[in-house]
């Protein structure tokens, strides 16, 4: 692992094999993931976890994903990529509306999942280091 500190992730998808699927990919490049079902769980686990970066279901039962992006990015300023399967080029604003950092449309490898969420963290551990 070079030295390097381990980034911390939380996975919020409702649907149990594609959560487990996602904490798989994501811990085999050695990311420490917390992973929930739906935002109150994610809230309750918040200060726990401390995640740097929430992957979120844009379908979540409960309060659904665009919801729940929206509060984790504005509330506690934690990067997100959404994940859902619309092809639809109005997908981007909604997902730049809600806070999101990246829409991943599925289906996806979990290179380009875990590549999406490097390039993400280093864009913003270099703007806390430059402000």
């Not at 919020?12 to 811990?27: H, M």
């Not at 686990?45 to 279901?57: A, C, G, H, T």
Request: glycine share 4%; net charge negative.
């Amino acid at each position: 692992m070079n030295g390097k500190s381990i980034e911390r992730v939380m996975v919020i998808e409702s649907e149990s094999l594609f959560r487990q699927e996602l904490v798989s990919a994501l811990e085999k490049d050695f990311f420490a993931v917390t992973e929930v079902s739906d935002y109150f769980e994610a809230l309750w686990l918040l200060n726990e976890s401390r995640p740097e970066l929430v992957i979120i279901d844009e379908k979540l039962s409960l309060l659904g994903g665009w919801e729940t992006c929206w509060y984790l990015s504005h509330d506690f300023g934690i990067p997100a990529i959404i994940v859902g399967t619309s092809a639809d080029n109005e997908v981007w604003i909604k997902a730049l509306e809600a806070g999101a950092d990246f829409y991943l449309r599925e289906p996806f490898s979990p290179e380009v999942l875990s590549a999406r969420v490097r390039a993400i963290l280093r864009r913003y551990k270099k703007e806390v280091v430059t402000n």
